[in-house]
């Protein structure tokens, strides 16, 4: 158990529409960064937010964006669905922005895009 | 996007066996760290490493560092049922960010 939660669990989309998930870090993480895992591949780094501003983005289009709130929950927000979309999302908070890279995940939102 | 090989790519074993599983990388990395995710949760961390040539042991798990920063390996001694699961590298460089480079995972299947 890491203290880390995401919501919802699993939700279903049609192609063309917007989704918006929630992650709320574990207590005293200031900083979160979310992946997108495909079947069978290891997680995809998507962007990482700290003190409420995106700190690095990885290879994911703007339709993929997010927002950190003040008590450090985040949201990801993905518009104009694809089918390829269709991932487990997960988030990760991490006590601060630092060095050593260890991150905490959540059980991940599963998304399906039909 | 990159990702680290890892492998094997899945391995059955008996319970009680010793197993060991690497990961390399063309990338030099600050930070080794090792996960586990069983089916419908998010990765656990179970170790990692700061420190080229660094070994570091979580009960029956042992990871090392390479002396090269490009590799680490994870070993897990008397495996037992509940080891069940993917195993996950990840690399860490320090300057981008908290971003993890994963590798492409390794199944593990323990009979009894």
């Known amino acids: 158990e890491t203290g880390v939660t995401q919501s919802p669990t699993h939700l279903i989309k049609t192609r063309g529409q917007q989704v918006t998930l929630r992650c709320s870090s574990q207590s005293g993480h200031n900083t979160v960064s979310w992946y997108q895992q495909a079947l069978g591949q290891g997680p995809q780094f998507i962007f990482q937010?700290?003190?409420?501003?995106?700190?690095g983005r990885g290879n994911f289009p703007p339709r993929f964006s997010g927002l950190q709130f003040p008590n450090y929950s985040s949201e990801l927000n993905v518009n104009a669905l694809e089918l390829d979309d269709s991932a487990l999302y997960l988030c990760?908070?991490?006590?601060?922005?630092?060095?050593?890279?260890?991150?905490?995940f959540g059980p991940g939102t599963r998304l399906t895009v039909l | 996007g990159q990702q680290l090989n890892q492998s094997p790519q899945s391995m059955f074993i008996q319970e009680g066996e010793d197993v060991s599983m690497n990961c390399t990388s063309s990338s030099i990395f600050n930070t080794w760290l090792w996960y586990k995710q069983e089916p419908g949760e998010g990765p656990v961390l179970l170790i990692a490493?700061?420190?080229?040539?660094e070994l570091t042991s979580n009960g029956r798990l042992t990871a090392q560092f390479g002396i090269t920063r490009k590799d680490s390996f994870l070993n897990i001694s008397a495996s037992i049922p509940s080891d069940v699961g993917i195993y996950f590298c990840?690399?860490?460089?320090?300057?981008?960010?908290?971003?993890?480079?994963f590798g492409t995972g390794t199944r593990l299947q323990v009979t009894l």
């Open positions: 990760a908070s991490t006590i601060t922005i630092g060095q050593s890279g260890e991150q905490f």
């Open positions: 490493l700061y420190k080229a040539g």
């Open positions: 937010y700290y003190r409420e501003e995106e700190n």
């Open positions: 990840a690399g860490h460089t320090a300057g981008t960010a908290s971003k993890l480079t």
